[in-house]
């Protein structure tokens, strides 16, 4: 394709791709909005943002899908700077285009399944039967004569209470007091029964059973089961399209290594690094159309690509000049600048 051609087609995209640029971070800004507006309980017990959920599954849903709509939109801006980038340099590879669809797609429904299960979870939840009480006796004697019939107890040290996991099915509640805690922990290791201790402010029954609804959400694993893959496209996608587009000069040096460092940081710190990659995107928007400091890079108007100077080039090229004294051609030297003439040798008489 020849440059003309180049130009022409970005410059008939550059404000549309623009504007979408900015729609992802803007519909992310809303998608917090809506379930902040939603005021559902946070906290750490399980069982209380389950039952909050269930109360606002409608506005958790609709947020998650406004937030998986701007991750689709983000792979139109992005496309549009890896064709621009593919058309400046031969060596891009085409087949990685794919990433530019697989990461934001996937991350975008990852999210919108995991709000349908989370709602899915918190109707059993609230649908499930409410434990029962039992005596701190009665469950003594079911630890010492059938251990088989427990599959797991939890123990809220700060609520004073044990959550009872029945095999099979089904959960009871059991008050104790301090001083039998140690023994408590004795007693369900000495019968090879599954516990675990909660000592969290606020935690207690039935949180066992809310994280056990949730870990058994058939839609909640497959979400999880979305995140690798979704976050392994978005890491491949940004670290690759910005290296090309700072090959081709497309972007500044800042902004370029900037994508890359914010690609490879999601591996790490994912949520801050999808906030810095949507604002990211939104920078690279006014690049498009030239409203940002400086202008558009030249390769973007010359249809071709004009590599940003490494540093040190400029350097080397003053270590070029010859050291020394020059003299313009046809000055005259002065007195004092005149070579001086070794005196010659006076020749003495011969006397016959």
Do not use: C
């Amino acid at each position: 394709m020849g440059r003309e051609r180049i130009i022409e087609r970005e410059r008939r995209w550059a404000v549309p791709a623009a504007v979408v640029a900015l729609a992802p971070l803007v519909l992310y800004v809303v998608s917090i909005i809506i379930v902040q507006r939603a005021g559902i309980v946070g906290g750490s017990s399980e069982a209380e943002q389950l039952a909050s959920l269930h109360d606002h599954s409608g506005p958790v849903l609709a947020s998650s899908v406004v937030r998986g709509l701007g991750f689709f939109l983000l792979t139109i801006p992005i496309l549009y700077l890896f064709r621009a980038a593919q058309a400046r340099n031969p060596r891009v590879q085409a087949a990685m285009v794919g990433f530019v669809f697989i990461g934001p797609i996937l991350f975008g429904a990852q999210g919108i399944v995991q709000a349908i299960g989370a709602g899915q979870a918190a109707t059993d939840f609230v649908n499930a039967p409410t434990e029962t009480t039992r005596q701190y006796s009665n469950y003594q004697k079911q630890v010492k004569e059938s251990p088989d019939q427990i599959e797991k107890v939890t123990i809220y040290t700060d609520a004073n209470k044990l959550e009872v996991e029945r095999t099979g099915d089904g959960f009871y509640q059991v008050d104790f007091s301090n001083q039998d805690e140690g023994k408590i922990v004795g007693d369900l290791n000495a019968a090879s029964i599954d516990n675990e201790t909660d000592s969290d402010t606020g935690t207690g029954p039935p949180d066992a059973e809310a994280n056990k609804i949730t870990g058994d959400n058939g839609t909640l694993q497959a979400s999880q089961g979305l995140l690798f893959p979704a976050v392994l496209g978005l890491v491949v996608m940004m670290v690759y399209v910005s290296l090309q587009a700072l090959r081709a000069g497309l972007v500044t040096r800042f902004l370029g290594s900037l994508g890359m460092a914010l690609g490879a940081s999601m591996i790490l710190i994912l949520p801050i690094a999808v906030l810095g990659m949507l604002a990211w995107t939104g920078f690279l928007g006014l690049t498009f159309v030239g409203r940002v400091p400086g202008g558009r890079p030249p390769a973007w108007d010359a249809g071709k690509a004009i590599p940003w100077q490494r540093p040190g080039d400029e350097a080397a090229r003053d270590d070029d000049a010859i050291e020394g004294d020059a003299t313009e051609v046809g000055d005259e030297p002065t007195d004092s600048e005149s070579p001086r003439k070794a005196p010659q040798k006076r020749k003495r008489k011969r006397r016959e």
